[in-house]
């Protein structure tokens, strides 16, 4: 079952007097239950997709449905709030709050959400328990591996309880054995019946994934299981 829907959209930006085509037209699906690769060099366009994906930004031709609404209908607080409810991101450089604690960070977004202090409280230990972080909880980033960091990202990533998941280049920093500990994590999450999308070049992610598509100077090529090899 399909939850994000990209149909014949691209993205153009004017640079000056020239326009620059970040994306192609491209039609595809993200579906619940599965994890999507998107992979391509730098600048191929794939954090353009991933971008549109996720509601940071609207395609400036063709449509982008996510859960069931038309993005481009959307006024910037409904889209806010769609990506706030709907959509979880995980980002290369974590992108945690350094003043605050491990479970600071994770609580952030339910505090967005103005929950009640009990419900916060309930499921920051839940999605810190998920990613087997408890222990670490009042850490602040600085103390924590880059394994440890990642896996903060993505308990705060899920505490919202996101139908969608998107990660840019989660692993790009990590070394094979917190590699490996991440990918299980966002497998299982699939496998749980979540959306899960990542953008990465890395070959070791391959085995994790359901489905690939490789984006290459803009344009969007589904690629099968035998030709999931990365160019190499």
């Known amino acids: ?44 366009g794939k954090t353009t997709l991933l971008s549109l994906l996720g509601c940071l930004i609207n395609p400036t031709e063709g449509r982008l449905l996510v859960d069931g609404r038309e993005v481009n209908t959307l006024s910037a607080n409904a889209m806010a709030a769609l990506r706030l ?15 605050l604690t491990a479970e600071q960070n994770v609580a952030f977004p339910l505090k967005m959400q103005k929950l009640s202090s009990n ?20 850490n602040l980033p600085r103390t924590l591996s880059g394994g440890e960091q990642q896996r903060i990202a993505i308990a705060r990533a899920l505490v919202t309880n996101p139908k969608i998941v998107l990660c840019d280049e989660p692993t790009a920093s990590l070394d094979k054995d917190s590699l490996a500990i991440v990918m299980e994590e966002l497998r299982l999450l699939a496998i749980d019946g979540k959306a899960v999308a990542v953008v990465t070049h890395d070959p070791r992610l391959q085995k994790y994934a359901d489905r690939a598509v490789e984006v290459n100077n803009g344009k969007v090529i589904p690629l099968n299981k035998q030709s999931m090899d990365f160019g190499r």
């Open 85 to 99: 409810n709907t959509i979880g991101f995980v980002f290369q450089q974590f992108n945690l709050l350094s003043p």
């Open 1 to 44: 079952m399909s939850i994000v829907e990209l149909s014949e959209a691209n993205k153009i930006y004017r640079t000056g007097d020239q326009m620059v085509t970040a994306l192609d037209k491209t039609s595809l699906a993200l579906n619940l239950g599965e994890l999507l690769l998107i992979i391509g060099p730098s600048g191929s």
């Open 119 to 138: 419900e916060i409280s309930r499921k920051t230990r839940e999605a810190l328990e998920k990613v087997k972080m408890t222990h670490r909880r009042k």
